[in-house]
């Protein structure tokens, strides 16, 4: 099975802030996408984003972007202007490896204040 | 967009009871996966299914989980005899194409409480 190392277990941000999530990984892939899963409290994985590494260019969508730095393996998640609907988990998933589907990460726990 | 759907929603069962999970996969796709999340815990997978056989499955897969997809629209994950530390939510997932290079479409989950 392939690592996933998501650093913060916590977060906590002002509503409208802008916050950012880190997860490095480990893969013996080439060509491969890699995705942020939301959990929030309905406990549903809801897909937030997904790269592909081999487009250099970041994946964006609406407030939602990534920095992937496919070098350094590492594959952090940018939220603008957050909003009290982004509280929830927020896995980081590279490819597993094989017919596994997915590798999630520990997760971090996103709260956005009012 | 289409889903995956899981029943029950919950289920609550004694231990050493078998139970029985069902999830209705999108229906052009291929590939099904289980994974279980343990409250407070990452989602771990458990097994993927292609072609009416198991692809591989990880170490909690034992001998008391099994498979099958009976009919060619559900797919079933079965707990022979289970253990409180079998509670966790089970998520049922597909996707068209398998592994690494396409997203998978999760269904709600079920939650198994075991007493």
């Known amino acids: 099975a392939q690592t996933v190392t998501q650093s913060q277990p916590e977060m906590s941000v002002q509503e409208a802030e802008t916050v950012t999530l880190s997860c490095t990984y480990d893969t013996s892939e080439n060509n491969y996408y890699l995705f942020w899963y939301k959990q929030p409290p309905s406990r549903q994985m809801i897909l937030v984003i997904r790269?592909?590494?081999?487009?250099?260019q970041n994946a964006t969508e609406n407030r939602f972007s990534v920095n992937f730095q496919k070098a350094a393996k590492s594959f952090s998640l940018k939220i603008s202007d957050s909003q009290l609907g982004d509280t929830a988990m927020y896995f980081c998933?590279?490819?597993?490896?094989?017919?596994?589907?997915?590798?999630f990460g520990k997760g971090t726990h996103l709260i956005i204040q009012p | 967009e289409p889903e995956v759907t899981q029943t029950p929603s919950h289920q609550v069962t004694q231990m050493g009871q078998e139970v029985i999970l069902r999830c209705v996969p999108i229906?052009?796709?291929?590939?099904f996966y289980w994974y279980r999340q343990i409250l407070g815990q990452k989602v771990e997978f458990l097994v993927s299914?292609?072609?009416?056989?198991?692809?591989?499955k990880s170490e909690i897969f034992d001998d008391q989980f099994s498979v099958e997809r009976p009919d060619g629209s559900n797919f079933t994950l079965k707990i022979r005899s289970t253990k409180l530390e079998d509670s966790a939510m089970y998520f049922c997932a597909s996707n068209e194409e398998g592994f690494a290079n396409e997203k998978l479409f999760f269904g709600s989950g079920t939650q198994l409480s075991v007493l």
């Open positions: 299914f292609y072609n009416n056989e198991i692809s591989e």
């Open positions: 998933a590279p490819p597993g490896g094989g017919a596994d589907g997915l590798t």
């Open positions: 790269q592909e590494a081999y487009k250099q």
């Open positions: 229906s052009n796709h291929l590939y």
